[in-house]
């Protein structure tokens, strides 16, 4: 068994899409920086979470800059 260590980002952007029902396997390309999902899922699904936890994130920061 290997090791993976991934960056914070990587690190949500696999657990928000595990948690979809349907996967069989998920694999990160570092290098072309695609995430490849396979199983019986709507590929809709898969963009629309990894979109909510972008738009979640983006949010934080924004909140966190206006605190300073």
Not at 6 to 21: D, E, F, T
Not at 40 to 48: G, L, M, R
Not at 49 to 63: I, P
């Amino acid at each position: 068994m290997k090791k993976v260590v991934l960056n914070k980002g990587k690190q949500k952007a696999m657990k928000a899409v595990s948690g979809l029902s349907g996967i069989d396997s998920i694999a990160m390309d570092m290098k072309e920086k695609k995430l490849t999902v396979i199983g019986d899922i709507d590929p809709a699904d898969v963009v629309s979470k990894l979109r909510k936890m972008k738009a979640r994130r983006k949010e934080r920061k924004r909140t966190q800059m206006n605190n300073r």
